[in-house]
C-alpha cells in the first residue's frame, strides 16, 4: 500500500541552528512530492515541490529538499533556523490514478532562541 | 490573486445536530479537495471534485458526510448527525487541474460536545 512516514513527531532546536526533516514514502513509481508547512491556526501553506529534473528543489523562506529514489527520501532541510519557523511540517506525495495527496503524520518543530 | 476561501472559521455544535461548512475555491481552478484534520494528525482526503463531478469519495463517511459542487465552482461539505469523533479541523483546497499543486484555505475548526 501507498504510505508516507516522518519519523520525528517532534524536533527541536536553537536559532541559527541547520535542520533536516525527514521523509520516506512507499511508492511503486516515483511520485511526486510536497512539503507543506502549517502554522497554529493556519491552514497548509506549500514550501517547495518535486515533480521531475534536478533532485535539488529550492522553496520558500530558505528550505530546500533533495529526493533520493533509492533511498525513497524526500527530506526537508534549511542552513538556519529562525524563530519564525516555528510550525508543524508535513510531507505529502501525490500518485495513483487519482491524484491523491497522501500526508505523513507531520514534524512538530520548536526554536530556542 | 485571492486565495481559498471557506466559512465559517469555527463552529461549536452539540452531537446529533447537524453542521455545513462552504468553501470559495481560487478563480479557474479545476479540482476541489475536501480534508479532514483531526488533532495531531496529517490531513485525510474526504472527497475530491473534478469541477462538479465526484473523483474520489472513498473516504467520505457517507452515512453522515455529503458534499456537492454546484455549478464547479463553490462547494459545501455538510455532517448530519455530527458525532463526537467529528471533531476536527475541516480543510479545503483547490489546484488548476488534477495532480498539480493544492492551495489549502484557512480551514474550519469545528467541536462537537
Known amino acids: 500500500a501507498q504510505s508516507v512516514t516522518q519519523p520525528d513527531i517532534h524536533i527541536t532546536v536553537s536559532e541559527g541552528a541547520s535542520l533536516e526533516l525527514r521523509c520516506n514514502y512507499s511508492?511503486?513509481?516515483?511520485?511526486?512530492l510536497f512539503w507543506y508547512v502549517q502554522s497554529p491556526g493556519q491552514g497548509l501553506q506549500l514550501l517547495l515541490k518535486y515533480f521531475s529534473g534536478d533532485t535539488l528543489v529550492q522553496g520558500i523562506k530558505g528550505f530546500e529538499a533533495e529526493f533520493k529514489r533509492s533511498q525513497s527520501s524526500f527530506n526537508l532541510r534549511k542552513p538556519s533556523v529562525h524563530w519564525s519557523d516555528a510550525a508543524e511540517y508535513f510531507c505529502a506525495p501525490i500518485s495513483g490514478g487519482y491524484n491523491k495527496l497522501i500526508f505523513g503524520a507531520g514534524t512538530r518543530l520548536a526554536v530556542h532562541p | 490573486e485571492a486565495g481559498v476561501a471557506q466559512s465559517p472559521r469555527y463552529k461549536i455544535i452539540e452531537k446529533r445536530q447537524s453542521v455545513a461548512f462552504w468553501c470559495n475555491p481560487i478563480?479557474?481552478?479545476?479540482?476541489l479537495y475536501w480534508y479532514q484534520q483531526i488533532l495531531g494528525q496529517g490531513p485525510k482526503l474526504l472527497i475530491q471534485f473534478q469541477n462538479n463531478g465526484v473523483v474520489d469519495d472513498s473516504q467520505l463517511p457517507k452515512d453522515r458526510f455529503s458534499a456537492e459542487r454546484l455549478k464547479g465552482v463553490d462547494s459545501t461539505l455538510k455532517i448530519q448527525p455530527a458525532k463526537l469523533e467529528d471533531s476536527a479541523v475541516y480543510l479545503c483546497?483547490?489546484?488548476?487541474?488534477?495532480?498539480?499543486?493544492?492551495?489549502f484555505g484557512p480551514g474550519t475548526r469545528l467541536t462537537v460536545l
Open positions: 483546497a483547490s489546484s488548476p487541474y488534477r495532480g498539480d499543486t493544492q492551495y
Open positions: 478563480s479557474g481552478h479545476a479540482t
Open positions: 511508492y511503486g513509481a516515483t511520485p511526486y
